[in-house]
């Protein structure tokens, strides 16, 4: 079964808007992780947010994580036609399984 | 190092036909995932391996499914026989084992499997 749960499933907007994606879980977890998939592609890791970190930045990407809600978000900062993609968190419970949840599909429009 | 390197990348096969799928991790890595994308169901995990050694298994879906790791370097996930509805991309991921200060998961480009 999934562990975790992306909202929204779709997103479109415009080049230079934000982008924000919601990820919750079900379980307690090591860490939690982004990834972005090109059509076509295999993913690519993104950020990694350990569960004892409540934010990290990477360029334009920054993610929060509560785990106490258990749930991530995923902000995308003046965003770019090149972003388009799907992107999924993965958890990571005690034992090093790398759980999916079912991804938001990004569309930025130029 | 080239990362992780799945063959083939398309794969079409005729129902009843044993599929196989080969992955080479990289290097140095501890653990190896094998997982399935549908639209329908999004990314599974099948199984994977620590060491080598079958961890977890709960995501195969049958016994025509199985996977092997005969060393460090190579593993195969293989269909016997196959049915249209395991057509999807198949993916093999590799990472360094937790615990570190780092576990992220390289991904190969996926093998397209096709069952017609």
């Known amino acids: 079964s999934q562990q975790g749960e992306e909202d929204p499933q779709a997103l479109s907007i415009q080049e230079g808007e934000n982008a924000t994606m919601n990820c919750s879980y079900k379980?307690?977890?090591?860490?939690l992780q982004w990834y972005r998939q090109n059509s076509g592609r295999g993913l690519v890791h993104l950020i990694l947010?350990?569960?004892?970190?409540r934010e990290k930045h990477s360029g334009r990407l920054r993610v929060t994580l509560d785990t106490s809600k258990k749930s991530s978000s995923l902000l995308i900062t003046a965003s770019r036609a090149a972003d388009t993609a799907s992107y999924f968190c993965?958890?990571?419970?005690?034992?090093?399984?790398?759980?999916f949840g079912q991804g938001t599909e990004l569309s930025v429009k130029p | 190092d080239a990362g992780v390197i799945q063959s083939p990348r398309h794969e079409v096969t005729e129902m009843g036909q044993e599929v196989t799928l080969r992955c080479k991790p990289i290097?140095?890595?501890?653990?190896l995932f094998w997982y399935r994308q549908t639209m329908m169901r999004g990314l599974e995990l099948l199984i994977y391996?620590?060491?080598?050694?079958?961890?977890?298994d709960s995501g195969m879906p049958e016994d025509r499914f199985s996977a092997k790791m005969p060393n460090a370097s190579f593993s195969t996930l293989k269909i016997q026989p196959s049915e249209p509805r395991d057509s999807a991309v198949y993916f093999c991921?590799?990472?360094?084992?937790?615990?570190?200060?780092?576990?992220?998961?390289?991904f190969g480009q996926g093998t397209r499997l096709t069952v017609v």
């Open positions: 993965a958890t990571v419970p005690q034992g090093g399984k790398l759980i």
């Open positions: 391996f620590n060491n080598n050694v079958p961890i977890d």
């Open positions: 290097s140095g890595h501890d653990y």
């Open positions: 991921a590799s990472s360094l084992a937790p615990g570190g200060m780092n576990t992220e998961a390289f």
């Open positions: 379980t307690s977890i090591n860490n």
């Open positions: 947010i350990r569960s004892n970190e």
